[in-house]
């Protein structure tokens, strides 16, 4: 069985797997949806759920999170990539401050793709199709995404399907990414996350595995290669 890595530089992307493929979503620093436009496929290495996920419903996969799964027939996929900041919030219509998660933030979270969503999922595959690859566009209809998503599905739903990210304030690197902007210092992070510099960079190199200056850099240049590409 080939792995196919689903993995994007352009914030959407298509895919299709055949059955009985293994296919993979890495750990990435963004956040991930999968949605599943046709055919349906099993997670083979979530421990806390067992899930088949079929067509018409779309899977939240967290940064740091990698996804594994067999194709059970013919499928395609479209991913979205997308940054966990602030602005998060405030795409969603959502007040930090208020946000309270009655269910288990571990595990993938899916939600059915309803029939706006659909409709907006075919102009992203026809746009993928015809091979139009500018990032701005993408980018706006990233944002249309999330307006449809408030505006059709219910505050519960919103906050059950992105409640690892929206609900876990305690965890470390949840909040470095909250806090992360293009513009940030390594100084500037250990400040919002209420630390000392030293402690911020203990801590951070226990959760990334590199210095935080090591880290924003690489970050620097990922957006270089995004900004040169488009």
Not at 16 to 38: A, D, R, W
Not at 88 to 117: A, E, P, R
Request: net charge neutral; charged share 20%.
């Amino acid at each position: 069985q080939d792995n196919n890595s689903l993995n994007s530089n352009c914030l959407f992307k298509e895919q299709t797997v055949q059955y009985n493929e293994v296919f993979f979503v890495p750990e990435l620093f963004e956040n991930c949806i999968l949605f599943v436009t046709q055919g349906s496929f099993e997670i083979v290495n979530d421990l806390n759920q067992e899930h088949t996920i079929i067509t018409d419903e779309m899977i939240f996969i967290p940064p740091f999170t990698s996804l594994k799964a067999r194709a059970l027939s013919p499928i395609k996929l479209i991913l979205l990539t997308f940054e966990n900041n602030n602005s998060l919030y405030q795409k969603l219509n959502l007040d930090s401050q208020t946000i309270i998660c009655n269910t288990v933030t571990t595990g993938f979270k899916i939600m059915k793709i309803n029939s706006h969503i659909q409709l907006f999922l075919s102009s992203i595959s026809a746009y993928l199709n015809d091979n139009i690859n500018c990032f701005g566009l993408f980018l706006n209809k990233q944002s249309e995404l999330f307006y449809l998503l408030k505006m059709y599905y219910s505050r519960d739903e919103i906050i059950n399907f992105f409640c690892s990210i929206l609900c876990n304030k305690n965890d470390f690197k949840q909040n470095v990414l909250k806090n992360y902007t293009r513009d940030s210092s390594v100084s500037d992070l250990a400040l919002k996350c209420n630390m000392s510099l030293k402690t911020f960079t203990r801590r951070f190199k226990e959760n990334f595995g590199e210095t935080p200056y090591q880290w924003l850099l690489k970050q620097n240049i990922r957006e270089i290669r995004i900004k040169l590409a488009d």
